[in-house]
């Protein structure tokens, strides 16, 4: 069992940074290759960034390309999620999961889940 916990979230203004960390317990993170989702109240879940055990890959969505970056120290048994140019459609529930499958942007996919860290972005 691998235990995911988000932090990081917090309020910032439009054009603003955040870092989000995703540490784990329980069991290390490496063998999995780790993704980042978002989701806003009564809407499914939004692929944000994935990125391979091996950390030789990442894989974004096309909103994010070139504001965000998704990162991993496995030492640390930690995954992050550097982001940039904070726009106010931005604000969500950011949730770090880990999965056996990379590249994969499906939800289903993602075998352990963290509870998420809440994002807001003003105006």
């Known amino acids: 069992q691998v235990h995911l916990v988000e932090s990081g979230g917090g309020l910032v203004q439009a054009g603003g940074s955040l870092r989000l960390s995703c540490t784990a317990s329980g069991r290390t993170i490496s063998p999995y290759a780790m993704g980042w989702f978002r989701q806003t109240p009564g809407n499914e879940r939004q692929f944000v960034a994935a990125?391979?055990?091996?950390?030789?890959?990442?894989y974004n969505n096309d909103y994010v390309k070139g504001r965000f970056t998704i990162s991993r120290d496995n030492a640390k048994n930690t995954v992050y999620l550097q982001m940039n140019s904070l726009k106010p459609e931005d604000t969500a529930v950011y949730s770090c999961a880990a999965t056996n499958i990379f590249p994969t942007t499906a939800p289903m996919a993602y075998t352990y889940w963290g509870q998420g860290t809440q994002v807001t972005v003003s105006s």
């Open positions: 990125i391979s055990w091996s950390v030789a890959r990442t």
